[in-house]
C-alpha cells in the first residue's frame, strides 16, 4: 500500500513540477516533496489502519469429508468421477450386498420363530393361570360338598342313636334301625370321596401355581414391553439392515468429489483410517488473520471487501461475521513439564470470520484460495474511501504474474 501512495505521489510531483512545471523545481520545494509524504502517510497509515484495517492473508477454508465405508466387502459399482461436481444423496460406489442380505434374512427367520415361542410361552402362563382357577374352583365344590354330607351324615347318625333306643324300649323296629345305620355308612363314604376330591384339588392347584412361578421366570425378562429374546434377535435384524442400507454410500452434500482411486473389485474395510475417496463442500468460511491492535474497532456486522488472486480486478462484498479471540498461543497443554518462559513467541494474529455479501453468493471459491481484505468500521467514514481505492487499485495488480525460474542441476 505504501509502495502504491508513493507511486501515485510520486506521479503527481512529476506532472507538476517536472511535465507542467508550474511551481519551481529548488531545493525549498525538494524538501517540501520528501516532508509531505513522509508527515502524510504516516498520519493516512496510522489512521487508516485503526478506522478501516487491512490484511494481506484471507483464507478460504472448506469442509473436506474423508469418505469412509462403514462396512467392508467388494465394490462393483463407482459411478461418481473425480473432480465432478455431486449432489446430497447421490450415489459414490455400492458394495456387494449378499452376504448381508443373507444375514438379515437368517435373522428375519430366527425373529418369527423367537415370537412364535413367546407367543407360546404367553399361551402356557394364560393356561396355567386357568389351571389355578379351575383347581380353586373344585377346591370350592369339594369343601361345599364335604359341608353338605358332612350336615347329612350328622343327622344321619342322630336317627341312629334314636332308633336305637326306640329299639331298646320296644316301640321301635329293627328294620329302621338297620336302614338308618346303611345311611350312614352311605354318607360316610361319600364324605371319604369329597375328602379325597377336595386333596387331588388342592395339589393340583399346588401344581399348577408351580407351573405358573417358572413360566412367567422364563418371560421375566422384558425390554420395551417385548420378550428379552425376541428384543435381541430384533436388534440384531435392524443393525443387519442398517448394515445392508451402508453398502451403497452417497454424497453427504453439494460438492465436488477428489481424489477418487475407487474402482470395482476393490476390497474396502469399515476402518476410519481407510479412506476411499474425499468430498469438498461447497459451503466454505472466509477467514482474514488480523493483527490484535488492528481490531479494537471492529464490531460485527461491520462492512468488508475481498479481493482474491482467483479473481483478479474483482472486489466481493461482505460484512464481519465475528472476532475468533483465540488462537494457539493461548493454550496451555496438559503435560508434566513445566510451562516455558525462557522465550515468548511473537504476537499472533487473530482470525476474523467474514460472510460475503448476496450479491456475490454466486462467486465460485476454491478451497484454499487466498487474497486480502479491509474492514470498515464505523469511525471516519470519509477516510474509508481511500481504502476502497487501494483495495480495487490493488485487486487489478493481480493480473500481474511473477514466476521464479528454477534451474534444474543434473
Not at 220 to 246: C, H, M, T
Request: glycine share 6%; no cysteine; charged share 20%.
Amino acid at each position: 500500500m505504501e509502495i502504491l501512495l508513493l507511486g501515485i505521489y510520486s506521479a503527481i510531483v512529476w506532472f507538476v513540477f517536472i511535465k507542467m512545471k508550474w511551481l519551481p523545481w529548488n531545493t525549498g520545494t525538494q524538501v517540501t516533496v520528501v516532508i509531505i509524504p513522509i508527515v502524510s502517510l504516516t498520519a493516512l497509515i496510522l489512521t487508516l489502519n485503526v478506522v478501516a484495517p487491512s490484511s494481506p492473508d484471507v483464507r478460504v477454508v472448506k469442509y473436506v469429508i474423508n469418505v469412509v465405508p462403514q462396512v467392508r466387502g467388494r465394490v462393483i459399482e463407482v459411478p461418481v468421477e473425480p473432480n465432478r461436481l455431486v449432489h446430497k444423496g447421490d450415489i459414490l460406489f455400492r458394495l456387494d450386498p449378499t452376504p448381508y442380505e443373507l444375514t438379515a434374512r437368517s435373522l428375519e427367520a430366527q425373529l418369527a420363530n423367537t415370537v412364535a415361542s413367546s407367543n407360546e410361552l404367553t399361551e402356557q402362563i394364560a393356561g396355567a393361570v386357568g389351571k389355578i382357577a379351575e383347581s380353586r374352583g373344585s377346591i370350592q365344590q369339594a369343601e361345599a360338598k364335604i359341608q353338605q354330607v358332612q350336615s347329612q351324615l350328622d343327622l344321619a347318625r342322630m336317627r341312629v342313636a334314636q332308633n336305637r333306643e326306640l329299639v331298646k324300649t320296644g316301640a321301635g323296629d329293627k328294620f329302621s334301625l338297620e336302614r338308618a345305620e346303611t345311611d350312614v355308612r352311605e354318607l360316610e363314604a361319600q364324605l371319604n370321596t369329597a375328602r379325597s376330591m377336595l386333596a387331588q384339588a388342592r395339589a393340583t392347584e399346588v401344581q399348577a401355581r408351580a407351573s405358573e412361578r417358572q413360566l412367567q421366570q422364563r418371560s421375566a425378562g422384558k425390554f420395551d414391553n417385548e420378550y428379552a429374546p425376541v428384543a435381541a434377535i430384533r436388534a440384531q435384524l435392524e443393525n443387519a439392515k442398517w448394515e445392508l442400507s451402508q453398502t451403497t454410500t452417497v454424497a453427504p452434500g453439494n460438492g465436488t468429489m477428489v481424489n477418487v482411486m475407487l474402482r470395482p473389485g476393490f476390497f474396502v474395510s469399515g476402518m476410519p483410517f481407510n479412506e476411499v475417496m474425499t468430498f469438498v463442500d461447497n459451503e466454505y468460511q472466509i477467514f482474514a488473520l488480523f493483527n490484535q491492535n488492528e481490531l479494537h474497532q471492529v464490531d460485527k456486522g461491520n462492512e468488508a471487501e475481498i479481493t482474491l488472486d482467483t479473481y483478479p480486478g474483482q472486489v466481493i462484498k461482505a460484512h464481519v461475521d465475528s472476532i475468533i479471540w483465540a488462537q494457539g498461543q493461548g493454550q496451555l497443554d496438559a503435560s508434566g513439564n513445566l510451562p516455558k518462559t525462557t522465550f515468548v513467541p511473537p504476537p499472533g494474529r487473530f482470525p476474523v470470520k467474514l460472510v460475503v455479501a448476496d450479491r456475490d453468493k454466486g462467486v465460485f471459491l476454491a478451497a484454499g484460495a487466498r487474497g486480502s481484505a479491509a474492514l470498515y468500521t464505523e469511525h471516519l467514514t470519509l477516510v474509508h474511501i481511500i481504502r476502497k481505492v487501494l483495495m480495487r487499485v490493488q485487486s487489478y495488480f493481480d493480473y500481474i504474474i511473477i514466476k521464479h525460474s528454477i534451474s534444474l542441476g543434473h
